[in-house]
Structure formats: C-alpha cells, structure tokens
C-alpha cells in the first residue's frame, strides 16, 4: 500500500469517527481568546490520525493544529500536516462546513493532498503529479476568469482592519461578490472546483492551507503569500488561491502597493 492510500483509507476512518462522535455532546474549550474554540473531537482526531500515522511509518513527522510538531524546524523526510477540524466554529455552531486537511510533503515538495468534507461525504484528494480528484471525479484544469467576472472567497472581519481593509475592500469592490465559508481549506478546494474564483488571506497556519494547496497545485492553480512567494508549512503565512492570471492580477496590482505593510506583517510571522 503507498502512502497515499494508506492516507485516504485513514481520513475517511477519522471522518467517520467524527460523524459517530458528533451524536454525543460536544465538549468546547476556549484557546487564545473567546472566539478561539477547540472541542474534543479535534482533539480525538488529531489523536487518531497521530498514532496511526506514527504506528504505520515512525519516521513520518506530523505537524498538527492541536499539539504535535509545532518545534519542526525544517522539512526533510515525509512530513504530514495535519487539521483535524478546519471551520471548528462552524462545526460548534452548524455542525457542517468543516473539514479535514492533510497535506504530505517528502523533502518538502508536495507528495498527497486530502480536504475531506465530512458532512457531505465529499473527499478532495490528489498524488501530486496524477490529477485531482473530487470523490471519484478529475477535476479539470482551472479555467482562466477575470476578477470582474469572479466570485471570491474572503473573511469580512480582515476588511474592518485598519491596516488591511483598505489593501483588500478594492479587491471586493472590483469582484462580481464575495463570500466567506469560514474553512480555509474548502474554500481552496471550491478555488480547485471553480466555485469561488479566488480565495484571500492575510494570516493561515500550514495545517490550514497545506491539503489544499497540493490539490490546487493538480488543476494549475496558483497558491502564494501576498508578496508573491511560496507558502511555507513551517510558519504562517498570508494566503491568495487564484487560477494563475487572476492570481497576476491579485499580486500585481492590488498587493505590490502595500509591500511595506506585507513586508511588516511577514516579518511577525518568523
Ligand atoms: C480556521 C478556519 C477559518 C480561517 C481561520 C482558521 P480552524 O481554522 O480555516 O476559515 O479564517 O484563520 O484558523 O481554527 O477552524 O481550524
Ligand atoms: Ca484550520
Ligand atoms: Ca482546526
């Protein structure tokens, strides 16, 4: 068994395991700040994917939202990152819209990508190189599409940023309309789709954004920081998902003129 299968046989089990657990009630515990949940499903599932990920291959690292591998310092090896719940608020609050993401890199290219939406039994997931696929579907390659014509994905509260709203509301103004879905990483799958047309962001951690980027990779969608550098999956990172000339644009013309303030905002990330 490859890696790769290894690795979607084990994200539909932990999808189930979540549907199972969901019946019970949810235990939700604050981080950082009031709105900075995690409940114990994110955290059994990280545990899941975790130990049976360390039984099958010891020497894989995995970098995980929860608590595993945030010391890694550098990406030799297979590296797995993992969110175990991406959209834990809307898994609170609607129990639907969130996912799972798991992105696995061997010396720090893309080898496999998986966004596993639970609730509506979808799995995105890719072997670099082969094509992505929506469940048993291959997904085709992106078509090119205006902003003017697109719609976007983006979160309202980095429009009411003093610094940042005015960098991104031009973005908004210029779109067809924008939506938040409040899962970065389905909202780089619906990128990968041709649902949203690009998808924005000013602040992700690794484990938010790695399974989808290798699946957005697969359909020649383009996925960079702001100033237009490759994401890293050892520290945070501001995020624009496009198909490559939108991606042009988005760079060229509405980020280059806020560099000093990119430049700042990376700066705090290392
Ligand atoms: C969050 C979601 C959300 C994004 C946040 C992430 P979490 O992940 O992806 O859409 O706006 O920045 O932290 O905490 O639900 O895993
Ligand atoms: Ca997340
Ligand atoms: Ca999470």
């Known amino acids: 068994m490859t890696v ?3 690795a979607k046989g084990l994200i539909l089990e932990a999808g189930n395991n979540v549907t199972k657990i969901m019946q019970q009630e949810i235990e939700i515990e604050t981080k950082s700040n009031p ?3 995690v409940t114990n499903v994110d955290k059994a599932t990280e545990k899941f994917l975790f130990d049976n990920i360390k039984k099958t291959y010891p020497n894989h690292a995995v970098i995980g939202e929860e608590g595993h591998g945030h010391d890694l310092s550098e990406t030799s090896g297979v590296v797995w990152v993992v969110d175990p719940i991406d959209g834990t608020l809307n898994f609170v609050h609607q129990q639907e819209n969130f996912a799972i993401s798991i992105g696995i890199f061997k010396d ?6 998986f966004v596993y939406d639970v609730i509506n039994n979808v799995l995105y997931h890719c072997k670099a190189g082969e094509g992505a696929y929506e469940n048993e579907r291959l997904l085709p390659t992106l078509i090119e599409d ?9 979160n309202p509260n980095w429009l009411t940023k003093p610094k940042l709203g005015p960098m991104l509301q031009p973005i908004v103004e210029d779109s ?10 389905l909202e780089i799958v619906y990128v990968a789709t041709g ?3 690009a998808y924005i962001t000013p602040r992700l951690q690794p484990w938010d954004f790695a399974g989808g980027m290798i699946i957005l990779n697969e359909v020649n969608g383009r996925a960079t920081n702001m100033l237009g550098e ?3 999956i050892l520290h945070p990172n501001s995020v624009v998902v496009a198909n490559s000339s939108l991606h042009e644009n988005l760079i060229h013309n509405y980020f280059d003129n806020y560099k000093d303030t990119l430049i700042a905002l990376h700066e705090r990330f290392k």
């Open 4 to 6: 790769y299968e290894f």
């Open 35 to 37: 709105n900075d949940l």
């Open 108 to 113: 720090g290219e893309p080898y496999a990508g």
């Open 146 to 154: 205006i902003l003017e014509k697109s719609i976007i994905g983006i």
């Open 176 to 185: 067809r309309s924008a939506r938040a879905y409040g899962s970065a990483a």
């Open 195 to 197: 649902k949203l047309g």
């Open 230 to 232: 490759p994401l890293s």
